[in-house]
């Protein structure tokens, strides 16, 4: 099933970091690695295992999850979230788009090269 985006109008270049998580190291690293393989992402930091705490379906939950932050381009969000869903075992995994207000010319460009949309 492809996942429900919504985004405002921009230019498909611009540079977002989205923001999710994974229940372990070893998904977190697996999702880093298609979503750069693919050309999905130009970069995935994998970062170190944190304690959320959330409600679902009512009960208060609490778990160990990895976080993940991911730098690409907005033209690229569609497939990403769709590819982000389809590793994640997650009923609703988390996956926030923010937007980059700006950052180094250099890394801004290599995301775009990296993600197929040169500007």
Do not use: F
Request: proline share 7%.
């Amino acid at each position: 099933m492809a996942a429900s985006l919504t985004l405002s109008d921009a230019d498909s270049t611009d540079v977002v970091l989205v923001l999710s998580n994974a229940p372990d190291t070893l998904l977190a690293k697996r999702i880093a690695h298609v979503l750069v393989e693919e050309g999905h992402a130009a970069c995935v930091n994998v970062g170190a295992p944190m304690v959320s705490m959330y409600m679902w379906k009512g009960n208060l939950e609490g778990g160990e999850e990895v976080p993940i932050t991911i730098k690409t381009t907005r033209g690229r969000l569609p497939a990403l979230t769709d590819r982000l869903h389809a590793l994640h075992p997650y009923e609703v995994p988390e996956c926030l788009v923010v937007p980059v207000i700006g950052g180094s010319s250099a890394y801004l460009s290599w995301v775009r090269e990296q993600t197929g949309d040169p500007s």
